[in-house]
């Protein structure tokens, strides 16, 4: 057992020197700035008072330096989690509540267990059957409805919903109720970052700014946003308008807390931390390989797990929420330099000062600067263009993406999901259950042998060479006997069948029964069936089997060999009975 | 559309003779005598009345000889499917209950429509999820379970139980209960049909009587210890000496019923219609497949859902019971020379003849000998060596098989059905999660690429070929990704990966992300990412794609190509830019 695999800090504490401090402590101030409007944020759409977002900022970035193996991951609240995370404790108790507090630390530590279980299980490979269209869809479908649930607080009026239909038609009920110092704020905001987002970089560049102090300056328009509409609602006494402001924040360090164990409570958030976890984990492992390969660096999918995993059991003990690697924090610690782990337990270090000194001037803050970096930032993550893209490529793909938006906007985050994997998994196998398979003959003169329906090639009347295109098991094995015997019933003359088995990898239990029954039934029609090409670790189960002792024919190195001895073309038997040879 | 398809009478029907008709009634008649005693034990076992078996022995007989495509099925209550019935029916009443009754019909009626409806929308492949070690340790285990139920009845005990132990533990506590006589009559049931099994077959035959009768002899021992018992039940006035016997049965014609419409009670059976549904379709239509190619006839298996569907139907409105092809009464039928499904309908009129003429004379047909004919039937379909097979086969099919025992035995049929298709489908998606790949080299000399782990081939420390032998989908492409950047970062002057896809048939929407992914993520460390001997299908498809401009490669008819093109040894370049070369 080795350490430093499962405390990746040993791989660089130990030669840490003042050159890479240097760099990390540059980018932990950048990203420590991008970091508070975005903690703050979304505690807000988890439900959650601001200086919970914060809390979520600062341990799990040191236990992360500690446990995960990418150098510049940035961990923290993230959009997508934190809607899972209201839709969850929103179940339990009402927003505001000491119970609804308390379940957001239940469900960290529930996902933090998980994580880490998961991890040391090596169960890494559980997140891939979560298909690229279903979390790209996922993802889109999540960014509609935050950015909806958002947009109340940007025009200042009351709306509420559980899906983005419910929410847009309570949003238009009660558009007369528009409070316009909100408003104004709002849409300004909006108009700026979006401003920010196109045009600030492109003119800094033309005045001359460098590419990398361009992009930092762009990223941290949010903070602006926050400083100038905070300074506004305070100078202009907004807040008495009608301008929902943030209100007293506690300044200080984050408390330490003990998540609750009632069985009850944990029951009713199983699944919520389940899928929250491998959301979240799925979000940041691709943000971290994406990462790490720019620098030939390689990060550990399970010890990764560790990582995400003890970062939330953290979160849990000192009053913060669910988080995982966010997407463009990470981007921004990256180009910003960071080259260790070091760079988190900064930015930590750095939003522990915002906790202590600054919660008293964000007071004043309003709730709709707020949404509207929200909004801003998912947005982003909202891609039609996947959309168009999947459809285009494969319908099956696009079947599964469309019915996790279609569930996720109509009826909830968790359904979605899991209609979007159970769909992706049930239409995987359907396709598996019909293998690819091709009657084949002898492209003439070559030892070759090609799919008789698209190619000029040599057949012969007495025997059929099927290749069969995938490994088999119990879903297509019936059906490979249903091609066989559909086969030997179509060509009277027939005496022998070979099946070309160049691409089968696996012959399971089921599969071996159905060719034990292929062989008895092709035998009782007085037809031959035989093997050529088997792979090595195939044969070397099939060697040991009662198919391999009553099967009627042979085992052939090649199809070719197969081909010359049954239309009698060699001198020598080029076969040998079942489990004397092998194909290598 | 074909009517012979959907009407399969059609084929056999005009062209029906004489010489047919003799074989078909000789067979009906030998089916007939060995039904009559089934029907009553199977529907004793599924806790209904006698004659409710008959009656399922007689319309639906009649059905599937004009729907079924099997020429020599034999339909009818079978024991798992019985036993399937009782566990379903008794959660809703109590045995002897008009309710009970009355849910018989309702399940017989969904499992019908449920079976019809999957033929027309031709969802027949869904049986196929069922994998052999599955099904294999399901009816084992049901047998098991239906001879531990029936050993109260052979010895005159009380007992019950809902699992194996239970039912043992019960069985053990009453034994000092037990009834001489009843005990007497069911083990000399049991001793004669186990004698005659296994040696009256062989006296038969040394005594010169053919093989052929001397099969059917041995076949109709359960009638005869019927008529033997129940002679000596009413001679001695046993069931005054506490011998349990079936008691008065009705004499006449299935009566008409109407099963019930009660939503509730649909919703409660039809989780239990539907693996009835497929248990029995599984059971019936390997067994009309196997018989079918004796004579090299072919079943088509979603027609067959029509037939059994329609049959069920027939059943529900005629006082009967789910049904399905069953093994040992079909393979009589066979033997008996049974050519088309109007012997099943000469069976029909057989047992309706029995309805109304014989019931009066089984009311001293003692239970123990119905019991004794059942524990004879099942303990066959008993298969302990398919365990030890599958253990030295498979490990992954065994846990599977394993789970479904335990299950069953333990808990119930269905769970133990469920958590056995989720286990095999789980462990399938494992294995697949990680598709098997293999670096390649040259064999020196020629145009073959082999696996540089086994074999001793040339390799290039510029240049490394990744064959990947399996298909690539969400589950696994992950898998591929993290496959071959741990190929980039282990070998520092590294500038090219070729992957070699002979054996990939499907590339899904997820699988092409990660393709994009991995040339993304080489080109930022350097190395160009090539494809070889991509399939005519998937390359189609990767023609319209951003990565097909993306990629930093090219696609290679064949591996030798794009070796000596990579290493500089060809002078004209052998490949093209993505989309303008296919191989095929």
Chains 1, 2 share one sequence.
């Not at 709306?159 to 528009?178: C, I, Q, R």
């Amino acid at each position: 057992m080795n350490p430093k695999r499962y405390l990746p800090i040993l791989q660089w504490l130990p030669g840490y020197g003042r050159a890479t401090l240097g760099s990390d402590l540059l980018a932990a101030v950048i990203v420590t700035i991008m970091l508070i409007p975005q903690s703050l944020a979304y505690a807000m759409l988890a439900g959650l008072p601001p200086e919970v977002g914060l809390y979520a900022s600062i341990a799990p970035l040191v236990v992360y330096a500690v446990f995960g193996t990418s150098r510049t991951l940035a961990v923290g609240p993230v959009a997508v989690v934190s809607l899972m995370t209201a839709a969850a404790v929103g179940q339990i108790a009402p927003q505001g509540s000491p119970e609804y507090l308390g379940a957001a630390l239940v469900l960290a530590l529930m996902s933090g267990l998980i994580l880490t279980l998961m991890g040391i299980a090596r169960l890494g490979f559980l997140a891939n059957f979560l298909s690229h269209p279903v979390i790209s869809g996922f993802i889109t479908a999540s960014g509609l409805i935050i950015a909806a649930s958002q947009l109340k607080h940007v025009i200042g009026v009351e709306a509420s919903g559980h899906n983005l239909l419910d929410l847009l038609l309570s949003l238009g009920a009660n558009l007369g109720s528009v409070n316009l110092p909100t408003l104004l704020i709002g849409v300004g905001v909006l108009a700026f970052l979006y401003a920010a987002r196109r045009w600030l970089k492109p003119s800094l560049l033309r005045l001359g700014v460098p590419g990398r102090p361009a992009d930092m300056l762009t990223k941290a328009a949010p903070i602006l946003a926050v400083a100038v509409t905070t300074l506004a609602a305070w100078g202009l006494g907004l807040d008495e308008r009608g301008v929902a402001v943030v209100g007293s924040v506690p300044a200080g360090l984050p408390p330490l807390t003990l998540p609750g164990f009632d069985s009850g409570l944990w029951s009713q958030l199983f699944v919520a931390a389940l899928l929250i976890s491998i959301v979240g984990f799925v979000e940041s492992v691709s943000v971290g390989q994406t990462l790490a390969a720019k620098r030939r660096q390689r990060i550990d999918p399970d010890q990764e797990l560790v990582g995400l995993g003890t970062s939330n059991i953290a979160a849990s003990f000192t009053g913060g929420m669910p988080v995982t690697g966010g997407f463009s924090r990470s981007v921004v610690n990256f180009d910003a330099g960071a080259e260790t782990p070091a760079a988190g337990a900064f930015t930590a270090v750095g939003i522990m000062a915002a906790a202590l000194l600054l919660t008293p001037l964000i007071a004043y803050l309003p709730i709709a600067t707020l949404a509207a970096t929200i909004i801003v930032a998912v947005l982003s993550l909202v891609d039609l263009g996947a959309i168009r893209r999947t459809w285009s490529y494969s319908r099956s793909d696009f079947a599964a993406m469309l019915a996790t938006i279609v569930v996720t906007l109509g009826h909830g985050v968790e359904s979605g999901i899991m209609v979007g994997v159970g769909l992706s998994l049930a239409l995987h196998l359907y396709r598996t259950s019909r293998p690819h398979s091709a009657v084949v003959g002898r492209v003439p003169g070559t030892e070759h042998f090609r799919n008789v329906q698209r190619h000029a090639v040599e057949t012969d009347e007495r025997l059929v060479i099927l290749r069969v295109d995938e490994s088999l098991y119990f879903a297509n094995a019936r059906y490979l006997e249903d091609t066989v015997m559909a086969l030997a019933t179509r060509q009277p003359g027939l005496e022998h069948i070979v099946l070309a088995c160049q691409a089968v990898n696996v012959i399971d239990a089921s599969a071996l029964e159905s060719l034990e029954a292929i062989n008895a039934r092709l035998r009782d029609s007085g037809v031959c069936l035989h093997l050529a090409e088997v792979k090595g670790p195939v044969m070397d189960r099939l060697e040991h089997t009662e198919f391999c002792h009553e099967m009627t024919g042979k085992v052939y190195l090649s199809t070719y060999d197969a081909w010359r001895e049954l239309r009698g073309e060699s001198e020598a038997p080029l076969s040998r009975p079942c489990g004397a040879l092998r194909a290598t």
